[in-house]
């Protein structure tokens, strides 16, 4: 859920591992301080974002505490296609939505320890209204009951440790046989 450590987590793997890039996701919300467009998100307007949208633009496409956010298709296509190790910041509702398309997804679900320090971090964070912290803080229980349907759960209590089982599940997913015999096919034919 929001709040979770997410982003903290993208930022320190994108710093680690310069083999993952990170997808830069379409939004329909207002940038925060500091944001960037094209950098942390591509943000469009609403009528923009349908119109993407009913082109048949997105891979995925949620509407998440009143904003919309989604995932090009071409351009994530683009990089699978490269062999690239992409990495997509989505919820719950994009993540079912990727899996229809592209099974192989590996599934990370971040849980906070607990519903308190969910709270203090949406709070410490103060750029969210208290309306929009309160909204987020009643959504948060939906979206973990839906922690079952991804892969791996890191339990975000310790930030070190939590980014040592992100790069883990990034190194293992690396070793799975698809995943070598697409990035190493002339090795694969010769030996096998």
């Known amino acids: 859920p929001s709040g979770a450590g997410k982003?903290?987590?993208?930022?320190?793997?994108?710093?680690?591992?310069?083999?993952?890039?990170?997808?830069?996701?379409?939004?329909?919300r207002d940038p925060r301080p500091g944001e960037q467009d094209g950098r942390e998100y591509n943000f469009v307007d609403?009528?923009?974002?349908?119109?993407l949208r009913d082109r048949g633009e997105f891979l995925e496409w949620a509407e998440v505490h009143?904003?919309?956010?989604?995932?090009?298709?071409v351009w994530l296509k683009a990089q699978i296609e490269a062999g690239r190790d992409t990495l997509l910041e989505i919820d719950w509702q994009g993540a079912q939505q990727v899996r229809k398309h592209f099974p192989e997804a590996v599934g990370v679900f971040i849980l906070p320890p607990?519903?308190?320090?969910?709270?203090?971090?949406?709070?410490?964070r103060g750029t969210d209204s208290a309306e929009t912290i309160a909204r987020r803080i009643a959504a948060a229980q939906?979206?973990?009951?839906?922690?079952?349907?991804?892969?791996?759960?890191?339990?975000n209590d310790d930030l070190q440790?939590?980014?040592?089982?992100?790069?883990?599940?990034?190194?293992?997913s690396r070793l799975q046989?698809?995943?070598?015999?697409?990035?190493?096919?002339?090795?694969?034919a010769k030996l096998l």
């Not at 982003?7 to 993952?20: H, I, K, M, Y």
């Not at 607990?114 to 949406?122: F, N, V």
Request: no cysteine; charged share 25%; glycine share 4%.
């Open 142 to 155: 939906d979206e973990m009951r839906h922690a079952d349907e991804f892969d791996y759960v890191i339990i």
């Open 66 to 73: 009143g904003n919309y956010y989604a995932t090009s298709r």
């Open 7 to 28: 982003t903290t987590l993208v930022r320190g793997l994108l710093q680690r591992d310069a083999r993952v890039q990170l997808s830069i996701s379409y939004t329909t």
């Open 114 to 124: 607990s519903m308190e320090a969910l709270k203090e971090r949406l709070s410490g």
């Open 161 to 172: 440790q939590a980014l040592d089982n992100l790069r883990s599940v990034v190194s293992a």
């Open 46 to 51: 609403v009528p923009t974002f349908r119109s």
């Open 177 to 188: 046989y698809q995943t070598q015999r697409q990035r190493h096919p002339a090795l694969f």
